[in-house]
């Protein structure tokens, strides 16, 4: 990204002065990539100074896992979370991954294990398991399909039964019931972020504000989703801002996504109560820098795990994009 442009999205947060602070490790890390023929994929939480200055691919998490997949570089490094890490390893098994924090988790990842989706699935036997891709690789490995949330109705639709299990994410399961005719037995897991979000937050800033676009990420509740205009992956909420004519747009989602998208779209007021996650905000240049240039913090798993989870993704690749062509 040119310099001129770099500074555009930053100055649309930051002061100049945090702003130059910023430049010198941009530089090196840039430099350490093209040393170390290395690419960086950058989920849309992340602050803009790793989103804009130095990651390679950026996106929502469908687009990253088909991008990690895709990649000739010889080291991936992921600017988001553990998890994300650990399916660019699975689709990419003979690539370094590398992360820059190996304690950047996430609260709805932890909250189910493997020997809990075994439990499940003998509990219902013979039903599928959709799991949303904020898991781990253990979890991808006892599942039929992954979802994301920009295609999870369409990945439960697209199963040959009545039932679905539906792991982690209890506030997206019951947004994907809302629009399948299909049972949804989920899970308790829930996103620590999301879930602070509520149905009053709306009706508070639909007082404040006349003229406001309330645009929610489907990991809130059912009460947060009914109540917004739009409901949608990270992805999904860029491309209907675009095609909004409201002037004041509050995001239901993690802060850093109005930081990256305030300097895309100029003439828009973000609004946010701005609740973030600590687990992407242990991301930093200087550690991205560090894992780069020592190498560290690679990713690993077992082949087993590998080939059973590569799976449940790539199924998951080949409807989304096979519906995406179609």
Avoid at 39 to 66: Q, W
Avoid at 246 to 254: A, M, Y
Wanted: glycine residues 4%; aromatic residues 6%.
């Amino acid at each position: 990204m040119k310099q001129q442009e770099l500074e555009k999205h930053l100055s649309a947060t930051y002061h100049p002065a945090e702003m130059k602070q910023f430049m010198p490790l941009i530089e090196e890390i840039n430099q350490l990539k093209k040393d170390k023929n290395a690419v960086l994929l950058g989920h849309n939480y992340m602050t803009p100074e790793i989103f804009y200055g130095v990651s390679d691919i950026v996106g929502d998490s469908l687009y990253l896992s088909k991008m990690a997949g895709e990649t000739d570089a010889d080291i991936i490094l992921f600017n988001g979370v553990y998890f994300m890490a650990e399916t660019a390893k699975v689709l990419s098994p003979n690539k370094k991954v590398l992360i820059a924090d190996k304690e950047a988790g996430c609260s709805l990842a932890d909250s189910i294990t493997r020997k809990d989706v075994i439990e499940l699935k003998a509990k219902h036997p013979g039903v599928p398991v959709v799991t949303y891709v904020n898991s781990s690789a253990e979890v991808k490995a006892e599942t039929d399909i992954c979802c994301t949330s920009a295609n999870a109705v369409a990945i439960v639709n697209s199963l040959d039964s009545d039932s679905v299990i539906f792991l982690p994410d209890e506030y997206l399961a019951g947004n994907v019931q809302r629009n399948t005719n299909k049972k949804i037995i989920t899970y308790s897991g829930k996103c620590m972020v999301h879930e602070l979000y509520t149905d009053e937050d709306i009706r508070a800033i639909r007082k404040q504000f006349k003229d406001v676009s309330v645009i929610s990420h489907p990991e809130c509740s059912t009460k947060v989703v009914e109540l917004s205009d739009f409901s949608g992956s990270t992805s999904q909420m860029e491309k209907f801002i675009r095609d909004s004519k409201s002037e004041n747009i509050f995001l239901i989602t993690e802060c850093s996504m109005g930081d990256n998208l305030r300097s895309v779209f100029p003439e828009k007021t973000f609004i946010s109560t701005c609740h973030t996650c600590p687990h992407m905000k242990k991301i930093s240049l200087k550690k991205i820098r560090d894992a780069l240039k020592n190498e560290q913090f690679e990713v690993t798993l077992p082949n087993e795990i590998i080939e059973k989870a590569k799976k449940s993704v790539m199924r998951m690749l080949e409807i989304s994009y096979k519906n995406a062509k179609g």
